[in-house]
């Protein structure tokens, strides 16, 4: 069984930094995609950050140049180190992963980027951003 376990969040400032963790188990895929999505209060959920099981990563627009996805495969953890954090960035802050069966493909029209779907979620951290 996938377990997901996010962790890491906090009340920071703007222009502070956080580091999120996401420990995996359950799970032994050679090939898949791992993601950080967000959610604010009366918003759709968004996607983040992805990583592939080849290290290739794909960053919205909206946090690119600011937050950094990465992983740790010897203890399975998912990493997203935010910084310059703006008080927009308030939201619980969710990991997942897919796996893929195939060689993965980065971004759009790939299988590996924040617009496909992803089987199993952790329960999400929260991170909030005061002005």
């Known amino acids: 069984q996938v377990q997901l376990v996010e962790s890491g969040g906090g009340a920071v400032q703007a222009g502070g930094s956080l580091r999120l963790s996401c420990a995996g188990s359950?799970?032994?895929?050679?090939?898949?995609?791992m993601g950080w999505f967000r959610q604010a209060p009366g918003k759709e959920r968004e996607g983040v950050a992805v990583i592939d099981s080849d290290g290739t990563t794909v960053y919205a627009d909206s946090v690119k140049g600011r937050f950094t996805i990465s992983k740790d495969n010897a203890k399975n953890t998912l990493y997203l180190q935010m910084n310059s954090l703006k008080p927009e960035d308030t939201a619980m802050y969710y990991c997942a992963i897919q796996p893929l069966g195939v060689a993965p493909v980065p971004g759009p029209g790939g299988n590996c980027y924040t617009g496909v779907s992803f089987d199993d979620w952790g329960q999400g951290t929260q991170v909030t951003v005061s002005s």
């Open positions: 359950g799970y032994t895929y050679s090939s898949y995609c």
